[in-house]
Structure formats: C-alpha cells, structure tokens
C-alpha cells in the first residue's frame, strides 16, 4: 500500500470510495464532565449510512489544508484531510474514508500515521476528529488508534431527520511532535 499527497486528479477516483455502513447499534454516551464513555446498543432495523465524499472535494473553501489518499493494487482505497488550527495547536481530521472493501487491511491507520507524520503536525498539541453516535465501527476503530472520546454536541446535525449526535474524540500527540 502507498500513502501519497492528495493530487486534484484523484478526485474521481476518491469519489468513488465505497464509505458504506451498515448501521445496527448506536454509541450510547454517558459521563461526568472531563470522563466519558459509550456502550453500543442495538438498533431495532439496521440501515446503510454513507458520505458522499465527491461533495465534500467540491466544498470551498477547504475547512482542510492538506489530505492524503491510500493507493492499494492501483486503485485508490482511502482519503483523509486535514488542518491545523493554530491557536490552540489541534490537527483537526476533517475526513477519513476507507473504500469498504480495504477496511480491517490498515488502510485507516496509515492514513491517520500519515496526518501525524505531517510537517504540519509537529507543533500540533493533539489530533481532533467527530464522527457520529451511529457510525460504532469508527467509534471503536479510533479508540483502537488511541483516541479518546472528549465530547457530545446533540445539536450539531439537528436538521437531519435521523438525529445523530455528534462525538468528538481525540489523541495526545508525542511530546517530541508538540513543542
């Protein structure tokens, strides 16, 4: 597998990651301020989630500054994007996608190795992402790469009809990546 540089000519192609999920549980969040947790409860019907990841290109301007694509037998597997936010020195992951078929391969954690290997990481204090309270898989998967979860925003995605709540996790950085 390749880790490179996104390049304007991969857009198709990153279009075209399959960032389909079946839903059959939600992250259940409780905690004290500064403490939480999350237990996964079954949802009565299951149902597919996915991000239309062609859109997100075309949003300008850019919330992200750089990103990166995973390139597996030739063909583009994943994408991640992201930023620093300098006033408070946090890299922020504005998207992470796996094609479908490449999950459980390494292919996110690459891709997260990648953002933190960053020229643009080295001052940064911690890496910051939100996904949502229906997408487990991703919920434990960055538990999995080190992530804690730090926060809810119930309001975030209020205009969607299925009500996600927001979940915010993070990850300390190594000292010698945070000077």
Known sequence: ???????????????????GTIVDSIAVI??????????A????????KGHDVGA???????PWSRAVVAVRQSRIVGFAAFG?????????LWHMYVDHAARRLGVGKALLEAAIDDPLAQDARHI??????DNVPAIAAYEHLGFELVGIDTSLYSDAPDGDIAVFMRRTLQPSSAT
């Open 1 to 19: 597998m390749e880790i490179r540089g996104f390049e304007p000519s991969d857009a198709q192609a990153v279009g075209r990651i399959d960032t």
């Open 30 to 39: 409780s905690g004290e301020p500064r403490s939480f947790t999350w237990t």
């Open 41 to 48: 409860r079954p949802l009565a019907a299951a149902k597919k």
């Open 56 to 62: 997100y290109l075309q949003q300008e301007p850019r």
């Open 84 to 92: 620093l936010q300098q006033w408070n020195r946090r890299l922020i």
């Open 128 to 133: 910051w992402l939100e996904t949502q309270d």
